[in-house]
């Protein structure tokens, strides 16, 4: 069983900067792709981006894209996401998540593991 913790949520006016960091549990880690999502009140959960096993294929949400940069560290078994020029549309709490897959996914029904979620609040 994999076990994901998030960390570096908090408080940012827009045009601010962010990074949240995910440590994960297993020695499978760089087997797995590694995933953010984030869900707003009142809306679905919703992807963010994703980086596969190796580290070499990322992918991400339209609406993030050349603001947020997803990476991970393979020997600490971690994964984080910086994000850049935050907008007060980027105000949710974000999930990281893992699948028992090397490639990434867009989905949340094809991630396996999910962390607690961690609060971003972007204020204007």
């Known amino acids: 069983q994999v076990q994901l913790v998030e960390s570096g949520g908090g408080l940012v006016q827009a045009g601010g900067s962010l990074r949240l960091s995910c440590a994960a549990s297993?020695?499978?880690?760089?087997?797995?792709?590694m995933g953010w999502f984030r869900q707003a009140p009142g809306k679905e959960r919703e992807f963010v981006a994703a980086?596969?096993?190796?580290?070499?294929?990322?992918y991400y949400a339209d609406s993030v894209q050349g603001r947020f940069s997803i990476s991970r560290d393979n020997a600490k078994n971690t994964v984080s996401l910086k994000m850049n020029s935050l907008k007060t549309e980027d105000t949710a709490v974000y999930y990281c998540?893992?699948?028992?897959?090397?490639?990434?996914?867009?989905?949340?029904?094809?991630?396996?593991?999910w962390g607690q979620g961690t609060q971003v609040t972007v204020s204007s």
């Open positions: 998540t893992g699948r028992g897959k090397l490639w990434v996914a867009t989905t949340p029904d094809e991630y396996d593991y």
């Open positions: 980086i596969s096993g190796s580290g070499g294929n990322t």
């Open positions: 297993g020695r499978t880690f760089s087997r797995n792709a």
